[in-house]
Every structure is written in structure tokens, then in C-alpha cells.
């Protein structure tokens, strides 16, 4: 066969295959396709008929009971418990406070981890430690309940679905609800509205310690798989931790709680608003005879850093150390020490202060001198004030001379400030959320280190030491304003104090003594020097 009969063969094989493959196979294949397509339509659309159906049969039968809400006891070493027979939620939990019980749930509403809120239950079973309900949430499906917990707050919830009719139907969302508000002790009562919020727990790409997000009113949901969520404030925390199913979305919103006094009554009560947290449990689909099983760890207590560093879950996250969080989480361990060597936080609290006193010693030291070298040159800085008072260059020009005659750095009287400034703060958040501090007797009429003094004596004596610490340290001439802010920053603070907890005053105080101590040493022997 030569070339052209065989390219015109070619030609001719490829014309049958293209029209057998156009009008025959195509064809054929197409129609198949569609019949397949047709099918598998029939058989989804026939599906969601019947899901939907089940669905709306569901919702349609749960409905409000006219059953009276009944509340069960339930006795533990750290709590009395009480809960509702709708939804099974708890509806008050009485901590068993150092300094008395504090029911963290006295405001209305369907209660902590209520299901089906409409739902009536009825209790099942129960140990020392456990309890159990059962409730049906519409005809044929079963809801069970079972409550266990620990010692250590750390507790666990199982709730079951069971569908005992004989065909398969969809269990439509619900939710965990947190709130509304959760109540702490007396003591924190006035600034609880501020304090509580409604958190989230997540971890960052790029960070080594998952952060806590503060949910608002307004904001999208996480980004990021949370580990645990639920309510706040500055000594309590309460979180459910999924164990083995995916929750939904977060809804936060703001409730009025109770009302608060407002100037003692004189201007009425003002509302008090505490955060509604509701964590969403997706629709599940349920054939016949089938099980669906939502288990969860939850917290339910006191925000203890020592107790939370033996738990899982990273629930120290939830106590704000603030900025220099670092420094505060040593100032606590030191603390800690410190009290197991004494017994007694407020001598512990005197302890650590003297320690960071003499660790900054040396910057203390530095300071008073430079307060006290610009006091003895103050004289002639006046004079040279005045000679160049219309030459700002030569004036420059003279003080710097000065400053090198005396050998005086007026950076020297700050630096020592900026170095004691973080261990100031990373120290008061430790001790302002120390739940160790709580009911902490120190001496006489402090009995609670973690609330104010109730008789103001302790800021009274700071306001006091800081009164003669400043009188002795403002410069002859100094600016009339300036003098006047010296003289009173000492009133000022003490006002500031009045309501610290006094944990922290006794601090202040204690350090305001030994640097008073200090100054007067220094100003001594500035003045044998002369």
C-alpha cells in the first residue's frame, strides 16, 4: 500500500469512528447519564422529604409544658447544686466560700447547660458525686442527662438522644447556655458588670500559648477552632470543653441581671447587665432506633492559678496577668514560697516586697541622690534661670555647664521610676486576682487580703508615709503647680486606695516605708557631705 491509499484509508476509519461516536455511543451515553441523574434526584429529593417531615414533626411537638418548674437538690463537698426540671439545667450553684457560700447563678433565666429548655426531666438516678435525668422532647424522643462531678471543678457532662420511633428523623439545633451573668463574692459585687464577660479560648498559628478571646455583642464568630468557651469574671469562670463533636456558632448578648444603687441611693438604682452566652449544638440526622451522644468536660469555679497549673485545658489563660504577665507569674511564685514559709500571706506579701526593694536598691539609691543633687544646686539654676530668661540657647548652654560642675544627670531621677513601673503593675495584677489572697487573714481587722480594709486604715497610713516622703523631696522653687501636685498626690492616692484590695495597699504601704527609710538615709548623709 503506498502513501496516498494510506492516508485515504485513515481518513475513511476516522470518518466511521467520528459519526458512530456522534450518533450512536454519544447518544447512548448521554441518555444513561441522565437516567442515572434522574434517579439519584428522585431518591435525594425523596429523602429530605422525609427529613423534613420527621423535622417539622418534631418542632411542632415540643412544645411549652403547663407543668410547674420543679427545682432538685443535689449536695456536693464544693457546691449546692439546684436544678430545673426544665431542660435540666442548673439553676443555682452555691460555692462554698471560704468566707461563706456565694450562689454564682441567682439570676433569672433557664440555668447553666439547660437542653430544650420547654422540655420537662425528671431525675433518674444519682451518687455522690453524679446525678441523671430523662426527658422526652417530642413523641418518641429521648433525651438523657448525666452530670458528673469533681472535686477540683473540673466536671463532666453526657447528654444522649435517643430516637425510639420507627423512623429516621432530624433533631434540630440547640444550645448551651452560659448566663445570663455570673456572680461573684461581696467584696467584687460593685465592679462585676465590668469584670464579667463572655470568653473563648484559641490557638494562634505562630504562637506558642493559645489566647482568650472576649467576645462583644457585635463580633463575627472565631476564625479559629476554639478549645473552650463560656462566662468570666475576676474570680470565677464557668466553660464547656467539647469532647469528640463539633459545635456551631457563638451568640453573646447583654442581659439586665439585677439593679445597683446608684450614690447610695440618692440618684435611684441603675441597671445591671451580665453577658447571655449560647454555644450551639448542630441539627443531627437519627434513624430509627439510633443514639447520638454529645459528651463534655466543663468548669464550673474558682479562677486558682495553683489549681489550674494541675489541669488540663490551659485554664490559667482565663486569669489576666496583664502586660508584663511574665513578672507577675514569677511575683506569685515568689509569693507562693514565701507563704509556705510563714503561713500568712500578708507577712508573705511585707516579704516580697522587702526583696524587691533590695533588688532595686542600687536604682532607689540613684534616685533620691539625683533628687537631692537638684535640690542643692536649685539656687543658682534659679539664678541662671533668670540672667539668660530672654536667651533660651545660652540658658542651654548654662544649665548644661551646671549640670557637668555638680556632675548631675536629671535622667537619673527617672530612670529608676521606668525600671520599678512594670514590676508595679505585673505585681498588682497578681495580687488583684490572686485567688490565694481570698479570705486571707493578715492581722486584727483584715480578714479578707482579696477586699478592701474595712476601716480604710491601711490606706489612711500610706497616704500618710507618702505625705512625708513628698514633703521632703520637692526641690526650694519649684513651680507653684508643680508643688501643688506634690503636695497633693499623697490625698490623691489615698482616695485611689480606699477601695484596693488590701493585699495591695499593704504592699504600697510597705514599700512607700522602706523607701521613706531610704530618702531620709540618703538626705543625711547628703548633708554630712556639705
Request: proline share 5%.
Amino acid at each position: 500500500m503506498n502513501n496516498r491509499q494510506f492516508l485515504t484509508a485513515a481518513m475513511l476509519f476516522l470518518l466511521v469512528l467520528t459519526g458512530y461516536n456522534q450518533f450512536v455511543a454519544l447518544p447512548k451515553a448521554r441518555q444513561a447519564q441522565l437516567a442515572a441523574e434522574e434517579q439519584l434526584r428522585q431518591e435525594v429529593t425523596a429523602k429530605a422529604a422525609q427529613s423534613s417531615t420527621s423535622t417539622v414533626g418534631i418542632q411542632k411537638e415540643i412544645m411549652p409544658s403547663s407543668k410547674p418548674e420543679e427545682l432538685t437538690s443535689f449536695s456536693l463537698p464544693q457546691a449546692e447544686v439546684t436544678f430545673s426540671s426544665k431542660g435540666a439545667g442548673i439553676k443555682t450553684y452555691e460555692f462554698k466560700d471560704i468566707l461563706g457560700p456565694v450562689d454564682l447563678t441567682p439570676y433569672p433565666g433557664e440555668g447553666y447547660f439547660a437542653t430544650f429548655a420547654q422540655t420537662d426531666f425528671k431525675e433518674t438516678a444519682r451518687t455522690s458525686h453524679s446525678i441523671s435525668f430523662e426527658g422526652e422532647v417530642s413523641s418518641g424522643i429521648y433525651v438523657y442527662k448525666t452530670y458528673d462531678f469533681a472535686e477540683n471543678h473540673l466536671n463532666h457532662l453526657k447528654i444522649t438522644f435517643k430516637n425510639s420511633t420507627g423512623k429516621t428523623v432530624q433533631l434540630p439545633a440547640w444550645n448551651f447556655n452560659f448566663g445570663p451573668g455570673l456572680s461573684t463574692v461581696k467584696s467584687e459585687l460593685k465592679d462585676n458588670e465590668r469584670e464579667s464577660k463572655a470568653v473563648y479560648l484559641v490557638q494562634e498559628e505562630g504562637k506558642r500559648r493559645p489566647t482568650l478571646e472576649v467576645m462583644s455583642k457585635n463580633e463575627n464568630q472565631p476564625k479559629l477552632p476554639w478549645t473552650w468557651a463560656g462566662i468570666e469574671n475576676r474570680y470565677f469562670l464557668s466553660v464547656l470543653i467539647p469532647q469528640g463533636w463539633t459545635p456551631g456558632k457563638l451568640t453573646v448578648e447583654k442581659s439586665v441581671v439585677t439593679q445597683q444603687k446608684r450614690l447610695w441611693g440618692l440618684m435611684g438604682n441603675a441597671d445591671v447587665q451580665g453577658p447571655r452566652l449560647q454555644i450551639e449544638v448542630p441539627s443531627a440526622v437519627l434513624d430509627a432506633g439510633q443514639k447520638a451522644v454529645y459528651e463534655s468536660d466543663f468548669y464550673f469555679g474558682p479562677k486558682d492559678y495553683k489549681e489550674f497549673l494541675n489541669l488540663p485545658y490551659q485554664l490559667d489563660r482565663s486569669i489576666a496577668f496583664g502586660f508584663f504577665g511574665a513578672l507577675g507569674k514569677i511575683a506569685r511564685n515568689i509569693l507562693e514560697t514565701f507563704y509556705g514559709w510563714t503561713g500568712n500571706y500578708g507577712v508573705a506579701i511585707i516579704m516580697l516586697t522587702i526583696l524587691l526593694q533590695a533588688i532595686l536598691f542600687k536604682f532607689t539609691v540613684m534616685q533620691f541622690k539625683s533628687a537631692a543633687q537638684m535640690k542643692k544646686i536649685q539656687p543658682e539654676m534659679k539664678r541662671i534661670q533668670a540672667k539668660y530668661k530672654d536667651n533660651p540657647q545660652e540658658l542651654n548652654r548654662a544649665t548644661l555647664a551646671l549640670y557637668q560642675k555638680y556632675k548631675v544627670n536629671p535622667l537619673a531621677g527617672c530612670l529608676p521610676l521606668l525600671i520599678q513601673l512594670p514590676i508595679f503593675l505585673a505585681l498588682f495584677n497578681a495580687l488583684r486576682t490572686s485567688w490565694a489572697l481570698h479570705g486571707a487573714k493578715f492581722v486584727l481587722w483584715i480578714t479578707d487580703l482579696s477586699s478592701k480594709d474595712p476601716y480604710y486604715i491601711l490606706p489612711i497610713l500610706m497616704g500618710a508615709v507618702m505625705f512625708f516622703q513628698q514633703r521632703g523631696n520637692i526641690p526650694a522653687g519649684t513651680d507653684p503647680a508643680q508643688a501643688a501636685m506634690f503636695k497633693y498626690m499623697p490625698l490623691i492616692f489615698t482616695l485611689l486606695f480606699m477601695n484596693f484590695p488590701s493585699g495591695l495597699v499593704l504592699y504600697w504601704l510597705t514599700n512607700s516605708l522602706l523607701t521613706f527609710g531610704i530618702q531620709t538615709m540618703i538626705n543625711k548623709k547628703m548633708a554630712q557631705a556639705k
